[in-house]
């Protein structure tokens, strides 16, 4: 199979597995108990009003048809309205992801620039201090609730040294590159947005800092022990040449995968963080509308999350299949 | 199965791992504060002691400023004082604001981790295993349904999920009586244990994916063995050759899988709680939700100390499963690497 035959068939496979994501979404209003209704109706909404929403909401049509009209209006780029707020779910949602996106980049940024030194610190110098200290480090890593450490660093850096903000997200990332060129102060600008996203990206990059760098470290061991690595040893190659040029890129490889399929785990952890850090991304919306009963924003951003899942797998395995050649076959 | 050889590795490689050594102590010490937590705490963990809330944990002190409202002439005025608390030994990790004892708190939250971990796990391996088996063994049109659903399933986050899933079904929960105060050995605890079902029916709901995919992976490698060959062969029934052959074969990476598991669902329980999505108030992560408005007003340990609690338990089961996973992986060597 041709890279471009493999592209093509993977993007496809991807686009069946947002088609079943959108099943899904849909289909999750009907296990639940209780109408959609509820939401909207007054209390004591008569029988004829609650027949008005009915048929204003579409939600007397037979199940299939429902079923189609959501598809149809989805292709569309129209989601529906708020049942709540009263506005398009799209702009809704689409106005709440760059933040989330925004605050899930810079903990990976933290995670990967800390875990792939440390890992690779750990494996090259196994059973010294750094690489016992690595290992703890890890070890807590993986195990601590990300939002409790974010409590604990606003406890920490915010309530005790009060160098951080603990609420909202006051500066974004386009505000300090709008400064670049604007009349804003940049250093200014740049201070004041990491006041406010340093301690949600340590709270939400820490189990992936930990995580990298435990596969890492096993990864870089295991490429060590080959034997094209003691051959280049014995031709007399330079050790940083061998670790850094051969073995880590031989490492990195399954760790980017892992890390793909760790996506859903990155977007799960940013809905807590942001509950915790009033962070006004996709997932305190997710929290809201589940909290209000408002359907259509639940089902919109659920949409998002999941098309945003295997989009950025179907981009590692792209990336994966390019640096690898042998996939492509497999 | 587990062979002579299996339990061989086990010993071998927990001797000369002192990590392994602290993983078991820790959670064997965390079943036995959860099953004998009426006799470990020292009060009725949901008591509330109102003139005793917000007492520091021993060692600490606690300068605070406390307001109340008093009736001067005939007016309620809020009055502000500065007051040292000092912690009380009677409370050796403090008291929350509503003046329960913390300690006691932890030790009743371990009841409802443990809890959800275990039975949730159990509950994703009992969908996911048999699913998976079948899927691997039969290969075909099942398998291809299987890995398309199982793909839509990881497209969803297990919390988002959850979330979505706990918030539109509610949030039931079942009492269940404990046997230890209805014998009358701890009558000031209380008489029964609330278990989260919802949150168990969830957790496994969302987690039984990862055993599906592991069961499938080893279905398929094993289904082309001789022996299995050699009993299909001779005529035993495809469930029969699963149950008796695949099934026993399979089980080294399930189990390894299993113990990981329990400590994603305890920490995702707890997550659930700490957003409020829980249907049990004794739980750490509602315990670290409650202590989060008192963090700005010098109250840290009703936040702090569930959080350890979570991270030890969690740190336990994870040193275990490392063990289980070094010790039995030279057996499933060859069908291609640990990930």
Known sequence: ?330 | MVSARVIRNLKKEFRNSALAKIGLVLVISIILVATFAPFVATHDPTAQQLDQSQLPPVGFSETAERTSSQMVDGEIQTVTETVEIEPDPDHVFGTDSLGRDMFSRIVYGARTSLAVGVLGTLLAAAVGVPVGLLAGYHRGTVDDALMRVADVSLAFPSLVLAVALIGLWGRAAVDIPDPFVVAGLAPEMPESFVLPITVVIVVGLVNWVWFARVARGEALSLRGQEYVKASRALGASDNAIILRHVLPNAITPIIVLGTVQVAAIILLESSLSFLGFSGTTLSWGFDIAQGRDYVSSGQWWISSIPGFAIMLSVIGINLLGDWLRDALDPGIEGEGGAA
């Open chain 1, 1 to 330: 199979m041709s890279f471009g035959r493999f592209v093509l068939k993977r993007s496809l496979q991807g686009l069946g597995v947002v088609w079943g994501v959108v099943t899904v979404v849909f289909a999750l209003r009907f296990v639940t108990p209780g109408s959609p209704i509820n939401a909207v109706a007054p209390l004591d909404a008569s029988p004829e009003t609650r027949q008005a929403i009915a048929t204003e909401l579409g939600l007397d049509q037979p199940l299939y048809i429902q079923y189609g009209q959501y598809l149809f209006k989805l292709l569309q780029g129209d989601m529906g309205f708020s049942y709540i707020r009263g506005q398009e779910v799209v702009g809704l949602v689409f106005g709440r992801l760059p933040a989330t996106v925004e605050l899930a980049l810079a903990a990976s940024i933290v995670a990967i620039a800390l875990s792939i030194p440390l890992g690779v610190l750990s494996a090259t110098r196994r059973n010294e201090p750094i690489d016992y200290g690595a290992t703890l480090l890890s070890l807590g890593g993986i195990s601590t609730p990300n939002f409790w450490l974010g409590i604990m660093l606003i406890l920490v850096f915010a309530v005790e040294f009060n160098v951080f903000n603990t609420s909202g997200r006051g500066v974004d990332v386009g505000d300090v590159a709008l400064s670049l060129v604007g009349s804003e102060p940049f250093f200014g600008t740049l201070l004041a947005w990491l006041a406010y996203i340093t301690l949600p990206a340590i709270a939400l990059g820490t189990y992936f800092m930990a995580l990298i760098t435990r596969l890492t470290r096993s990864g870089m061991l295991d490429e060590l022990s080959k034997g094209y690595v003691q051959a280049a040893r014995a031709k007399g190659l330079p050790q940083t040449l061998i670790r850094y040029k051969h073995a880590l890129r031989n490492t990195l490889i399954p760790v980017i995968t892992v890390l793909g399929l760790q996506l859903g785990t990155l977007i799960g952890g940013a809905v807590i963080t942001e509950a915790v850090f009033s962070w006004p991304g996709l997932g305190t919306l997710v929290i809201e509308s589940i909290n209000r009963r408002d359907w259509p924003v639940l089902q919109g951003s659920l949409i998002v999350i999941g098309t945003s899942f295997v989009l950025v797998n179907v981009l590692v395995d792209t990336v994966y299949a390019y640096l690898d050649p042998q996939v492509v076959n497999d």
